[in-house]
């Protein structure tokens, strides 16, 4: 409260500096009036004059030189301000005065935040704490968003975090709002249609696809969008379409994409005969990269794939897909064991379990 106060008696002070001498008027010339100075000057030169003591042509000159300081000094005097201006410039002071500091709160209290506590001073001098729950920060991103909805910023730097979190209901709702008021953008349209794919299991529903055919509208290179475009033709059935899809994609990707091991990954698993081998030097990179992302969308799909097999094992395509797909990632282990349960499920249809194996020979996998 105290330093309050002083900034007050600071702002009134500089105030007072500036419109004080508007308030002032015009002091008369020290020594007494100029004009009676000359007139008095003038007399003296006259006696000189009679007594003698100058000549007539240096008494001439002195009364030019002191008539003309006379008319100066008249007309400096008719130039001082008048009564009147003087009380316009003293009125337009004192509104100045009020004025100011009447806008100044006024705005303050529109546009400040008065009512705000004070931080105590460890909370000022603290450092951000990186270890604090993300969940922490994320509910203080909404709480800022609540009252300021408009945020495109905002919702940019929500969206995804909410999206890594599992909440994709809610990132389906941020990536809406980014692009309402942070504008509209291939990335943006992919990101939505990837967040309501995750809120359908993984499942690329017609609304995740009508975003990624808008992104791909946008931009015909945006590679998330391409991707799970390929993804939607797999889960209808049409594998040789997303093959093509996905061919077309390694064709134009530069040799460092990081998207590179998951399209190989992808061809591998629609058993697309163009696709390139899968090496291990390709998996580990696969694995090094950001796990958020592209590994654990390759996980997920895969252990969807099993589960869904555990419910329903007649799927033969189904099985050898995720033992492709093991081996793809070089977990062979989880190859072999797949390869157990889906004989162990077919057991009963020779039919379905003749070509289960012929399947798993052309995998390597006959034993």
Not at 37 to 57: C, H, P, S, T
Not at 319 to 326: D, E, Q, S
Not at 332 to 353: F, P, Y
């Amino acid at each position: 409260m105290t330093l309050w106060f002083v900034f007050a008696l600071m702002t009134v002070a500089a105030i007072f500096a500036v419109l004080w001498p508007l308030s002032r008027g015009a002091s008369a010339p020290d020594g007494g009036n100029e004009a009676a100075v000359y007139k008095d000057q003038l007399d003296e030169v006259e006696r000189d004059a009679a007594a003698g003591l100058i000549g007539v042509a240096e008494a001439e000159a002195a009364r030019v030189e002191i008539g003309r300081r006379l008319l100066a000094a008249a007309d400096g005097q008719r130039d001082l301000p008048s009564r009147a201006n003087l009380g316009l410039r003293r009125a337009s002071a004192v509104v100045a005065l009020i004025g100011l500091p009447i806008v100044a709160v006024t705005f303050y209290l529109s546009l400040g935040s008065p009512y705000l506590g004070d931080f105590p001073l460890a909370a000022r001098t603290r450092t951000a704490d990186a270890n604090q729950p993300i969940e922490n920060m994320v509910a203080q991103v909404e709480a800022h968003l609540e009252k300021k909805p408009t945020d495109g910023r905002g919702w940019t730097v929500l969206a995804p975090v909410l999206a890594r979190l599992g909440r994709f209901d809610d990132a389906v709702r941020a990536y809406r709002n980014v692009i309402a008021y942070a504008g509209d953008s291939a990335d943006r349209r992919s990101d939505l249609g990837e967040a309501l794919a995750g809120a359908a299991g993984g499942v690329v529903t017609a609304e995740a696809k009508a975003e990624f055919e808008r992104a791909v509208a946008q931009n015909a290179d945006e590679p998330k969008a391409s991707y799970f475009l390929g993804l939607a033709a797999e889960q209808d059935g049409r594998p040789a379409d997303a093959a093509k899809i996905w061919q077309g994609m390694l064709a134009k990707a530069p040799a460092d994409a990081p998207w590179r091991p998951l399209l190989q990954a992808a061809l591998a698993r629609v058993g697309a005969p163009a696709a390139p081998a899968v090496s291990s030097d390709a998996m580990a990179a696969a694995k090094d990269m950001n796990e958020d992302d592209r590994n654990a969308m390759i996980r997920g799909m895969v252990d969807r794939l099993a589960t869904r097999l555990k419910q329903n094992g007649d799927d033969v395509e189904g099985w050898l897909r995720l033992v492709r797909a093991y081996i793809v990632m070089g977990e062979r282990d989880k190859a072999v064991s797949a390869q157990t349960q889906a004989r162990q499920a077919v057991a009963g249809d020779a039919e379905r379990l003749r070509q289960l194996n012929d399947g798993l020979k052309k995998l390597g996998l006959d034993g």
